[in-house]
């Protein structure tokens, strides 16, 4: 019987070369991760000729939003205007994405998509393009926001101190009839601190863009948890305002809202801020632009004037007493109605005195506020998380 030698013959080196070499190709091919909406849109600024739009991508791109009239057209029926996120004549190329629509129809509701093509490449002069992604327009309603316009009565919600704590804050969300609310108040401390952008949006945008933020306005007031961690100076780019700063103004019908940035709670020496902040300086760049404010014709004749600020200025630590000397003598002599609070963790309502000559909302951070202005009057309800009324201040 013939023998037959079944030893495979040793594989040279140029083969095996080739063969690592398609392994690795096949393996960065199949683990290469296309791009993709990482954050949904949500909006900020709102006023009633202009908006702001923010996303966020796994991939760094380019973006824009499409926008389309609320009609029965399809939002294929024709190609939709396009409006770039840039600056100084550049197509932004990051994963942050921010598109400033202006020139809008007051009290108009319009329909809206974003896009992004993903940047692969840019030497010298040539840009290398991957693929895209955006927003569902074919199987789903597009997303829509409606301008500021005149209106006769104003409804809102507020919470605060959430401190990253998403179940509170949808038992409170979820009381809130938002088909029938105009915006939502942050008051501040809606994460223990910044350390992240995945943990920003983990510990509460995520939550707040599903719920309402896509298609109806939040109006932010930082709160001093907010200026603590490493991602804390990266706080501004994810949330635009009409000013340009953390403080500002803006209106909701025959209301004022004046968003006041409260700062840190403890002097700027204070060991927990290992000397990166200061505070008490910016405070008082914040009090000129104020004094500044206040003499505003869209404040001044406005029926409601609503302060809204995280911490309230009272008796206390060093910022409190610091808010309490540079803000209210300005807000006082500028017929402020009432100031929004937060920070305590309790709920609280402080009556107006010789010092503060309006009272002061401290909302629990367990608790929501339903605000609705009229012609008649202001009315301003505490619920906790059951949903039992707690107190409610009425302001003429």
């Not at 004022?256 to 060991?271: A, N, Q, R, T, W």
């Amino acid at each position: 019987m013939d023998s037959f030698n079944l030893k495979p013959k040793p594989m040279n080196k140029s083969t095996f070369i080739l063969l690592i070499s398609l392994f690795l190709l096949c393996k960065g091919l199949f683990a290469q991760e296309k791009i993709k909406i990482s954050h949904l849109p949500y909006i900020q600024a709102l006023t009633d000729s202009t908006v702001s739009i923010l996303w966020t991508t796994n991939k760094d791109a380019i973006g824009w939003v499409e926008i389309a009239p609320d009609d029965q057209t399809h939002f294929y029926q024709q190609e939709r205007p396009k409006i770039f996120a840039g600056k100084y004549g550049f197509k932004n190329v990051g994963t942050v994405h921010q598109v400033d629509l202006k020139d809008l129809k007051p009290g108009t509701k319009y329909r809206y998509r974003v896009y992004n093509q993903e940047v692969l490449k840019h030497e010298g002069t040539k840009v290398q393009y991957g693929d895209y992604t955006a927003t569902n327009v074919y199987s789903e309603k597009p997303l829509t926001f409606s301008t500021v316009g005149t209106k006769k009565q104003v409804s809102f919600a507020v919470i605060n101190d959430i401190h990253g704590k998403n179940e509170v804050m949808s038992n409170l969300l979820n009381q809130v009839d938002l088909n029938n609310t105009d915006f939502v108040v942050f008051n501040g401390d809606m994460v223990d601190n910044l350390l992240s952008e995945e943990q920003m949006f983990s510990g509460f945008m995520d939550n707040a863009i599903k719920t309402f933020a896509s298609e109806k306005p939040m109006y932010y007031s930082r709160g001093n948890h907010e200026t603590r961690g490493p991602f804390a100076v990266a706080y501004p780019k994810y949330f635009p305002t009409s000013s340009g700063e953390l403080y500002y103004m803006f209106n909701q019908g025959d209301a004022c809202f004046i968003v006041l940035d409260c700062g840190e709670d403890k002097p700027d020496s204070d060991i927990e801020y290992s000397g990166i902040v200061d505070m008490d300086a910016y405070r008082t760049e914040q009090a000129k632009w104020l004094e500044k404010a206040v003499e505003n014709p869209i404040y001044k004749n406005a029926k409601y004037k609503i302060i809204i600020c995280h911490i309230p200025p009272v008796l206390g630590w060093h910022g409190m007493e610091d808010l309490r000397n540079k803000f209210v003598p300005i807000l006082n002599k500028s017929g402020a109605q009432i100031m929004l609070s937060g920070h305590m963790h309790k709920h609280e309502i402080l009556k107006s005195d010789n010092t503060v000559n309006f009272p002061i909302i401290i909302n629990s951070n367990v608790n929501l506020i339903k605000a609705t202005l009229d012609d008649k009057q202001g009315s301003f309800k505490i619920y906790n998380q059951e949903g039992k009324l707690v107190e409610e201040l009425l302001i003429k």
